[in-house]
C-alpha cells in the first residue's frame, strides 16, 4: 500500500516552511487526507506503535518481536475473542481468558476511526470488561479494511453486521502513552500501551 511506503519512508530535505507545516499537521490533520494516512497521522500522535504488515507471516513475524521486545516470553496473554484465539493457536503464548492472571491483552478492534487514531471495540473484543480493569499492555490485530472516518460511520458498521444481536460495551482506546503532564484532554481516560498490527487486506 502506497501510502504506508510513503508515510514511513525518508524524511529528508526538508525546509523550514515544510516543517513549520507538518508541525501543524501535527495537531490539525490534512482534512482531505486519506483515512488511513489520516489514521496513522493522529494514531502516532496519540502515541501509538504502528505496525504495518503485507502478510500474515509478517504479522506473526512482528508479533514475535513485540513479544521479545517487552520480555513477556514467560508472560500470559488475555485473549477474550475466540476467532483470534483459533487464528494464533500455533503461537507460542500463554493464553488465560481471566482478567488476574494475564499481563497483556492480545485482541481484535471493530473499526480504527480516521478523525482522532482511535479503536473502535466492544463486547466483541473485551465481553463486559471495563477498559480500566484490562492490563495496561495491548496488542491489537487489525487489517486495512477497517478503517473509517468517524466513530460515528464505526457504530453504523456495527450495527449493520449485527442487525439481530448488537454487541454491547461499545468504547473507544485513544490515549496510548501515560500523560506525565496530567493533560486535561486525557483526564478520566485509561490510557494503554498499545501496539497495532495492520495488516493490508484491500
Known amino acids: 500500500m502506497s501510502v504506508f511506503r510513503k508515510i514511513f519512508?525518508?524524511?529528508?530535505d526538508k525546509s523550514k516552511d515544510k516543517s513549520e507545516k507538518e508541525e501543524h499537521?501535527?495537531?490539525?490533520?490534512?482534512?482531505?487526507?486519506?483515512v488511513d494516512e489520516a489514521f496513522t497521522m493522529n494514531f502516532n500522535n496519540n502515541g501509538g506503535k504502528f505496525l504495518y504488515c503485507e502478510t500474515i507471516d509478517e504479522v506473526q513475524s512482528n508479533l514475535e518481536k513485540i513479544v521479545e521486545e517487552n520480555n513477556w516470553s514467560d508472560k500470559t496473554a488475555l485473549i477474550l475473542n475466540k476467532r483470534l484465539k483459533e487464528k494464533f493457536k500455533s503461537f507460542n503464548f500463554n493464553i488465560t481468558s481471566k482478567i488476574e492472571d494475564a499481563d497483556f491483552l492480545f485482541t481484535t478492534c471493530e473499526y480504527l476511526i480516521a478523525s482522532d487514531g482511535s479503536l473502535l471495540i466492544c463486547?466483541?473484543?473485551i465481553a463486559e470488561k471495563k477498559l480500566a480493569e484490562l492490563p495496561k499492555d495491548f496488542i491489537v490485530f487489525a487489517t486495512t479494511s477497517q478503517f473509517v472516518e468517524t466513530i460515528s460511520a464505526g457504530?453504523?458498521?456495527?450495527?449493520?453486521?449485527?442487525?439481530?444481536?448488537?454487541?454491547?460495551?461499545?468504547?473507544?482506546?485513544k490515549h496510548f502513552k501515560v500523560d506525565e503532564t496530567n493533560n486535561f484532554l486525557s483526564y478520566?481516560?485509561?490510557s494503554k500501551n498499545l501496539y497495532l498490527l495492520l495488516l493490508e487486506d484491500l
Do not use: Y
Not at 499537521?25 to 486519506?34: C, S, T
Not at 457504530?155 to 482506546?173: D, F, H, V
Open 9 to 12: 519512508g525518508s524524511n529528508s
Open 25 to 34: 499537521h501535527k495537531f490539525f490533520p490534512d482534512e482531505n487526507a486519506p
Open 123 to 125: 463486547s466483541n473484543q
Open 155 to 173: 457504530l453504523q458498521g456495527i450495527k449493520a453486521q449485527n442487525k439481530k444481536n448488537i454487541p454491547s460495551n461499545i468504547t473507544t482506546i
Open 188 to 190: 478520566g481516560s485509561s
